[in-house]
């Protein structure tokens, strides 16, 4: 059974409480980060501490832990878990009060819990064969910067998107593709291109998404931050997307059509070696 941190407290999943009333229950009123781990240890973890802080920002939503106590929890976490390779979930909630769309009384304490999930990060199979795409409508609110826990929506993209026999969605709005499900979307062009999205508030600012690009731009390969339509996606030489749990994972069919020759392509498969070694020389 799996230890959980739940408020200070470490105590076996199966005991683990928060209260009926906590407003990530009621409201989805909760930020959230997952880190990866490799060999035990964590990836980017700053990373994702800094769009922690800049998402409860983003919501004026009170936290008194430090970078420095998270890590201790994150570390502790994956080592009572035994955890080799896998996730550690992060959820910070504006905590328990009565039921009212009005904020609670200020120094109502946060509700944290984290817990480890093991899944299998570098044998992953999509990576191997591809992912096939459907695209859908993004009919999401305007805020996706902040990284809540409303993610009904996203949750009905992807069984929109195992319906029509594919692995994941990429959400459309206005003719033009936003991000996938729970990743950032990509295309390589004709000439060797890298395109993807711009950072604004119609995307999540993903913090694979931006290791990624730099080790691109290492290997000295041309990227573009702009959004692409569904017609170029379609075209495209190759694709793929960039998640915390995926890492780089290539695409090889958008809405039943194949992308390129409909295999893995070389620049994939490249930036995903290249992401997993520098990720674990950097991982702490």
């Known amino acids: 059974m799996r230890t959980v941190y739940v408020n200070g407290d470490y105590v076996p999943e199966g005991e683990a409480k928060i209260s009926v009333f906590d407003r990530g229950f009621l409201f989805a009123d909760a930020v959230y980060e997952v880190t990866s781990v490799l060999d035990g240890m964590l990836v980017d973890f700053a990373g994702h501490c800094g769009r922690l802080r800049r998402s409860l920002g983003e919501l004026n939503m009170t936290f008194d832990m430090s970078d420095d106590q998270l890590l201790d929890v994150h570390r502790r976490l994956v080592a009572s878990n035994d955890l080799r390779e896998g996730l550690v979930y992060l959820q910070v909630s504006r905590g328990a009060a009565d039921r009212d769309f009005i904020f609670p ?21 999509l990576a191997e064969r591809g992912q096939k795409i459907a695209t859908v409508k993004d009919e999401r609110w305007t805020r996706c910067d902040i990284k809540t826990v409303q ?4 949750s009905l993209a992807k069984m929109e998107a195992r319906s029509k026999g594919a692995d994941d969605a990429w959400m459309v709005r206005d003719g033009l593709v936003t991000e996938g499900s729970s990743n950032n979307a990509y295309i390589v062009t004709a000439d060797g291109v890298i395109v993807t999205r711009d950072i604004s508030n119609l995307i999540l600012n993903g913090i694979t998404r931006r290791a990624v690009l730099e080790c691109a731009r290492k290997l000295q390969m041309t ?24 890492f780089v994972n290539p695409v090889v069919e958008i809405d039943g059509q194949p992308v390129g020759d409909g295999t893995v392509g070389p620049v994939a498969r490249q930036l995903r070696d290249v992401y997993i070694a520098e990720m674990r020389k950097s991982a702490i």
Do not use: C, M, W
Request: hydrophobic share 35%.
């Open 223 to 246: 990227v573009e931050e702009r959004p692409f339509s569904v017609e170029e996606a379609h075209v495209a030489r190759e694709a793929f997307s960039t998640s915390a749990s995926g």
């Open 151 to 154: 993610l009904l929506y996203p």
């Open 105 to 125: 009384p200020e120094g109502t304490p946060p509700t944290t819990v984290l817990f480890t999930q093991t899944k299998a990060l570098i044998d992953n199979p």
